[in-house]
C-alpha cells in the first residue's frame, strides 16, 4: 500500500471552559493591580523641599513631620546642596495638607531649647526630633521652603497681634523676652534685627489675646530690662518690673495720663521704644523753639539730655554741647543748645492769654526782648550735690547785668547768669585771699599771753580755795550740826501726844470758845447797842 496515497489527517483545534476560566484570574489580578496603582497615585500626597543648614537630627524614611503632635508626613531623601552651604529634605505629606502649603507656611527641627526663660521639645530627647509646621493664611501656593533655624514662639494659630518696636540699641532684650502690661505678662519679642541704615534696632512683639486691645495709637514702650537706679534732688528710685525682667530683659507698654485716642491699633502698626519710662511718657510737644546760651565756667556736671527748668517746671532739654573760638582762634567759648517747648507751660497756666504761643516771629522776639529786659537769665543749677548733676534754670534776676538777645546768632543766644557754683567758687578764692593777709600770727602771740595770765589767776584761784577749806569749813560745819540739833528737838515737840502738841491743842480749843463769845456778844450789842450804856437787860437774848 502505498504511503503516500493515504488520507492526511486534520487536527481540529477545541475550546474549554476550563480553558477560559484560566485566564480569569490574571486579568482580574492585572485590574486590581491597575486600580490599587491609580487609587495610590490619587491619594498620593504632595512632595515638598525645606532648605536647612545643617540635618542634624534628621533621618531619611524616620523622621517625621507633625502638626500639633499628630503625623502628616515623612522624610524621604536628605540631599546636600550644589554649593555645600545648606541640605535639602524631601518631604512627602498628607494629601490632605495640599490647601495650606502656601506661601507663609513655616518648617523648623524641633530640638531640645531653652530660650526667653522657657524650654521647649525635651520630649525629643525620647522620641528624636522631628519637623514642625505652622500652618500660614496666605493664598499664594508654594512647593519650596526655607527652614527656619529656631522654633518661631508664636504660631499662627495663637490669638493676638504683632506690632513693631524700633529703638537705638539692642539692650538686654533678646527673642523671647516678655512683653509686660501693669506688670502682667501679655506676649513676647519674637524677633529682633539691626536696620538696614545701621541706624537702629527693629523688635517684632506679639501681644496675646485680649490684651492687644490696650494697645491704642497713644500707646508708649520702653525697655525694663534688669533694674533701672536713677538718683537725682528727689532722692533715689530703684525701677525693676520683674524677676524674669531682670534676667532676660523685657519691654512693658501703658497708655499716658489724658491719651486721645482708645482704638486698638492696627496690626503691624509702628512705635518708638524708650530707653525709661521718663523717657516714654514725655509730653509730644508740637511747638518747639531752639536756642543757644553760653556759659562763662566749667561745664562739668552738664550732660545732654538735662533738663531745662523754669522755678520747678520743666520746659525743655539739653541737645548738644560744643566748643568754638574766635577768630583768632585764642579765646573759647561752651554753646550749649537747648530746646524749649512752651506748650508745656501753658499747660500748667489756669488763665493763659490766647496769644501766648505766638507763631509771628516778631512779636516773638518783642517778648523775648522784653523778658530778658527784665533780668530773664539762664543759668546753671545743681540737681545732686552726691553726683554734681547740673541742669539749666531760666528764672528773673532783678540785679543782674543789662544784656540783650543775640538774634544774629543761629540759633538765637540767651544771656546767661553766674551760676551757684560760680558764686561759691568766687566766695573761696575771696576768703582766700582774705586768710592771706590775716594776722594770724599777731592773734597767735595775743593768745598765748592770755593763756599765760589766765593759768597765773587759776594758781592764785586754787590757792585760795585751799585756805577757805582750812580756815572756813570747820565753823560752817559745826553751824550745820547745830541746825541740825534743833530741828531734831523741834520735830519731838511737834510729833503726836507730845505735852507741847496737847498743850497747844488745848489752847487752840480755849481761844475757839473765845471767839465764839465774842461773837454772840457782838450781834447782841448788834441788836442793843443801848446794853454799853445801860447794860444787859433781864431775861434779854
Do not use: C
Amino acid at each position: 500500500m502505498d504511503i503516500r496515497n493515504l488520507p492526511e489527517v486534520q487536527p481540529q483545534r477545541t475550546w474549554g471552559w476550563s480553558a477560559r476560566l484560566v485566564w480569569i484570574v490574571p486579568i482580574l489580578a492585572a485590574a486590581v493591580a491597575g486600580w490599587l496603582m491609580i487609587k495610590s497615585i490619587m491619594e498620593k500626597g504632595p512632595t515638598i523641599t525645606i532648605t536647612f543648614k545643617t540635618a542634624e537630627g534628621l533621618e531619611a524614611r524616620k523622621t517625621k513631620v507633625t502638626y500639633k503632635s499628630v503625623d502628616i508626613g515623612l522624610v524621604k531623601t536628605i540631599e546636600v546642596s550644589d554649593d555645600l552651604s545648606k541640605v535639602i529634605v524631601t518631604v512627602e505629606l498628607e494629601k490632605s495638607m495640599t490647601p495650606y502649603l502656601v506661601d507663609d507656611t513655616r518648617f523648623w527641627v524641633v530640638r531640645p531649647r531653652v530660650a526667653g526663660g522657657q524650654v521647649s521639645g525635651l520630649m525629643t530627647l525620647f522620641s528624636g526630633s522631628h519637623i514642625g509646621v505652622d500652618i500660614g493664611h496666605s493664598t499664594t501656593p508654594r512647593q519650596d521652603f526655607e527652614g527656619l533655624e529656631v522654633a518661631p514662639l508664636v504660631t499662627g494659630d495663637v490669638p493676638g497681634r504683632q506690632f513693631v518696636l524700633r529703638a537705638e540699641t539692642l539692650g538686654s532684650l533678646e527673642v523671647g523676652s516678655p512683653v509686660f502690661f501693669r506688670q502682667e505678662e501679655v506676649g513676647k519679642v519674637i524677633a529682633h534685627a539691626v536696620d538696614e541704615d545701621g541706624q537702629g534696632v527693629t523688635f517684632k512683639i506679639f501681644v496675646d489675646k485680649p490684651y492687644d486691645r490696650y494697645v491704642t495709637a497713644d500707646t508708649r514702650f520702653w525697655n525694663v530690662s534688669g533694674v533701672d537706679v536713677s538718683l537725682d534732688a528727689t532722692g533715689v528710685k530703684v525701677d525693676m518690673q520683674s524677676l524674669v525682667s531682670i534676667l532676660i530683659g523685657g519691654v512693658t507698654f501703658e497708655m499716658p495720663p489724658g491719651a486721645e485716642s482708645d482704638q486698638p491699633a492696627a496690626e503691624g502698626q509702628e512705635f518708638r521704644l524708650a530707653a525709661t519710662r521718663e523717657e516714654a511718657m514725655k509730653h509730644k510737644d508740637l511747638i518747639v523753639e531752639r536756642f543757644v546760651m553760653y556759659f562763662p565756667h566749667s561745664l562739668r556736671g552738664l550732660t545732654v539730655g538735662a533738663p531745662v527748668d523754669f522755678r520747678g517746671i520743666v520746659v525743655g532739654e539739653v541737645k548738644s554741647m560744643n566748643v568754638e573760638t574766635d577768630e583768632s582762634n585764642t579765646v573759647f567759648r561752651f554753646p550749649v543748645e537747648v530746646e524749649l517747648y512752651p506748650s508745656r507751660l501753658v499747660a500748667m497756666m489756669k488763665h493763659a492769654s490766647p496769644d501766648f504761643l505766638e507763631s509771628d516771629q516778631q512779636r516773638l522776639r518783642t517778648r523775648w526782648d522784653q523778658v530778658v529786659a527784665n533780668g530773664f537769665r539762664a543759668q546753671l543749677g545743681v540737681g545732686s550735690l552726691l553726683t554734681g548733676q547740673l541742669y539749666v534754670a531760666l528764672d528773673f534776676f532783678p540785679g543782674a547785668a543789662p544784656a540783650k538777645m543775640d538774634w544774629t546768632h543761629d540759633p538765637p543766644a540767651i544771656p546767661t547768669a553766674p551760676g551757684l557754683t560760680e558764686e561759691i567758687q568766687k566766695l573761696v578764692v575771696h576768703l582766700s585771699k582774705a586768710l592771706r593777709t590775716f594776722p594770724l600770727e599777731e592773734i597767735g602771740t595775743d593768745f598765748r599771753t592770755a593763756l599765760r595770765a589766765l593759768t597765773k589767776t587759776l594758781e592764785k584761784g586754787d590757792k585760795f580755795i585751799e585756805r577757805f577749806q582750812d580756815d572756813v569749813t570747820p565753823e560752817i560745819k559745826q553751824t550745820l550740826d547745830d541746825l541740825r540739833h534743833t530741828l531734831k528737838v523741834a520735830e519731838r515737840t511737834l510729833e503726836d501726844g507730845s505735852p507741847t502738841q496737847v498743850e497747844l491743842q488745848n489752847t487752840l480749843r480755849e481761844l475757839g470758845r473765845t471767839a465764839e463769845s465774842l461773837r454772840l456778844l457782838s450781834d447782841y450789842l448788834e441788836r442793843h447797842p443801848e446794853a454799853l450804856l445801860r447794860g444787859k437787860k433781864e431775861g434779854a437774848q
